[in-house]
């Protein structure tokens, strides 16, 4: 039990270190661009992106 909650505790940071990454990304580009992408993309990109960084981490401390 111990080992699964340590493994859900590094996929929740993984998740978070990949949104935080992601959101600072888009805070670079310029106005016009960031405009011009759907919130929706955004969010599906950040979905993905936290679930393979997830992933990667998961695989890694076994």
Not at 8 to 37: S, Y
Request: hydrophobic share 70%; net charge positive; aromatic share 6%.
């Amino acid at each position: 039990m111990d080992r699964f909650i340590g493994m859900l505790g590094a996929c929740a940071l993984a998740f978070l270190f990949v949104f935080l990454l992601v959101l600072g990304l888009l805070a670079l580009l310029p106005a016009p661009v960031q405009a011009a992408v759907p919130d929706a993309a955004i969010g599906g990109a950040v979905l993905v992106l936290g679930l393979l960084g997830a992933r990667l981490i998961a695989r890694r401390s076994r």
